[in-house]
């Protein structure tokens, strides 16, 4: 009951994935969550044993409430505690305004924003168990620009970004710091999900002040620092790592 816990959501790959390496190597348990990639969950779980860590693996589709209490109610069964929660799970449909239909705008809210609320709920339950914790979620230069067949996910991005900061505000009591990390262009693999990869990557790569895209490390680097007791004054905000890119628009 006295080791620390931390839950990444969509932790079987990428920018999840990494981070729950990256906190197993700071000395936490993981749970790792995931809706579909069991093989990708399994070997996150694999390493973060080999750290030395305990991984706890969750099929849960974040969008659904009940998946998401029934969630924190294992966490709860297996470790009594919560202290970090990373917010990291995120799907949407990539269409022109013009083709969206109201099964894409759901799907979509529901995964990257609705997630959030009630992740964050049943998390601050766990967090105040042991004095506080603290939330950071992933999300996207597409919540403040405009992006190509991006319309529904930008929206979902932006309401992730006004909901860190009212959480901010109503969690600080409680001891729960709430912040979120935008990064530009990532080659992840969900980004092989959009129709317009390889331009979106072109563009970062040719136009990037930094003179690189962003790397996944980047956007761990950035979460790690929000969540150590380096940045406690940080709160509500959404740190933009992009190398620049944004401040030419």
């Not at 969950?41 to 706890?56: H, M, N, S, W, Y």
């Not at 900061?165 to 709430?178: F, G, M, S, T």
Request: hydrophobic share 45%; net charge negative.
């Amino acid at each position: 009951m006295t080791q620390k816990v931390a839950l990444i959501t969509g932790s079987s790959r990428g920018i999840g994935k990494a981070t729950a390496l990256r906190l197993a190597e700071a000395g936490y348990d993981i749970v790792i969550n995931y809706a579909r990639s069991k093989k990708g969950a399994l070997e996150t779980a694999e390493q973060v044993e080999a750290l030395g860590r305990k991984a706890f693996i969750i099929k849960a589709n974040v969008g659904d409430v009940a998946k998401i209490k029934d969630m924190f109610a294992q966490i709860e069964q297996e470790f009594g505690r919560l202290d970090i929660f990373v917010n990291n799970a995120a799907s949407g449909v990539q269409r022109p305004v013009m083709e969206l239909e109201e099964s894409h705008w759901d799907w979509t809210l529901n995964i990257n924003s609705k997630a959030l609320l009630f992740c964050a709920q049943e998390a601050a339950k766990l967090m105040e168990i042991n004095g506080g914790g603290k939330i950071v979620s992933i999300s996207s230069l597409g919540s403040i620009r405009y992006l190509e067949n991006y319309t529904v996910v930008g929206v979902s991005k932006a309401a992730l970004e006004a909901l860190t900061r009212y959480l901010a505000v109503e969690l600080a009591p409680k001891n729960i710091i709430v912040n979120a990390v935008s990064g530009g262009a990532v080659d992840t693999e969900a980004l092989k999900h959009f129709p317009n990869r390889e331009e979106l990557l072109q563009e970062a790569k040719d136009k990037t002040p930094a003179g690189r895209m962003v790397e996944i490390d980047d956007m761990v680097n950035t979460v790690m620092f929000l969540l150590s007791d380096d940045s406690s004054m940080i709160r509500g905000q959404t740190i933009i790592v992009d190398g620049g890119i944004s401040l030419l628009v």
